[in-house]
């Protein structure tokens, strides 16, 4: 049986002297000693589904972390989405994977004589002059870099779960309180989805320590580790609720800690579907894909031969 580790916690935002809004001490904390409530793996959780997330929206199909990804990704069937979020030089959050725009989008010809086409660099305006689909077809010219809000807007409308990925947060100081702010201003997202639905909302990063801080702001939200954590170093962590490591190298054995350890897991990123089918078999709670058609098809394949 899988088992997670459940945070619960309440958050509130107050206005400062001048105005702005800032996020006020939450009245729980899993690891603080008043109010603290945390389910540990000899407590299991009634089973979720297995979830099949789609990396960077359905980014086998459409261009990557743009609205057309997540509009894919709900035509083809998920239910998760993952997507990778950044702060512009005017401290605005969009989506993108990349430090720099110059991959995934047109800018060195909308923008020849920058210096920098990192998004740390340039404003949103700039941002939003780009071209973020012909890259990948001519069928997705125009296709913008969305911002943040416009993304959770879209996964509202559309019913989906999120899985968000905070790139690189020493790039973006601060990133961590713009993201709760900005979750926080939409009730969907703090409101919890049933027992035995995936989460409504997961948080993630390779930055560790900016996760620790992303969970102080946001205690009741699921926070996740991405990387190999090392199994003598789980419970250093017992503050985070899922460890999400490369499905290159994946064993039976390191899934069992985890979880033993009350942590959920889901690899990233497959997209065979033997492969897929394998790490289910390792007993993950799902796998993070380019191809969500071919995930839910994985998936079924697994929970056909089960049972």
């Known amino acids: 049986m899988r088992r997670i580790a459940i945070v619960v916690g309440a958050i509130t935002l107050t206005v400062t002297a001048g105005g702005a809004p800032a996020l006020a001490a939450p009245s729980f904390h899993p690891s603080g000693p008043v109010g603290a ?4 793996a000899e ?6 589904p ?19 990804a997540i509009d894919a990704a709900d035509e083809l069937g998920a239910v998760t989405v993952e997507i990778d979020v950044q702060l512009t030089a005017d401290g605005e959050p969009v989506l993108m994977h990349d430090a720099s725009l110059e991959r995934t989008t047109d800018i060195e010809e909308v923008h020849p004589d920058l210096d920098s086409y990192d998004i740390a660099d340039l404003t949103l305006e700039q941002i939003e002059a780009v071209d973020a689909g012909s890259w990948f077809d001519p069928a997705f010219e125009g296709e913008p870099v969305p911002t943040f809000e416009e993304a959770l807007d879209r996964l509202e409308s559309l019913d989906l779960n999120l899985f968000l990925e905070v790139k690189d947060p020493e790039s973006h100081p601060g990133i961590e309180e713009v993201l709760a702010e900005e979750l926080t201003s939409h009730s969907y997202w703090m409101r919890k989805n049933p027992p035995r ?17 992303s969970e102080d702001l946001l205690p009741s939200v699921p926070h996740g580790l991405l990387g190999e954590v090392p199994v003598d170093e789980l419970d250093d962590h017992d503050w985070a609720d899922m460890v999400n490591p490369n499905h290159t190298g994946l064993t039976a054995d390191y899934v069992s800690s985890v979880q033993e ?16 089918v394998e790490v289910l078999e390792m007993g993950t709670d799902g796998f993070v894909t380019d ?15 089960r049972w």
């Open 261 to 276: 350890a009350g942590f959920e897991i889901m690899p990233y990123t497959v997209n065979e579907q033997d492969r897929m």
């Open 50 to 68: 297995l979830v099949a997330v789609a990396h960077r929206g359905a980014s086998g199909h459409a261009p990557e972390n743009t609205l057309a």
């Open 197 to 213: 639905e995936p989460n409504r909302l997961m948080i993630q990063s390779f930055d560790w320590d900016s996760m620790e801080t």
């Open 291 to 305: 191809f969500p058609d071919i995930g839910q098809d994985a998936v079924a394949e697994f929970e056909g031969a």
């Open 43 to 48: 407590q299991p959780s009634p089973e979720r």
């Open 37 to 40: 409530v945390r389910v540990s």
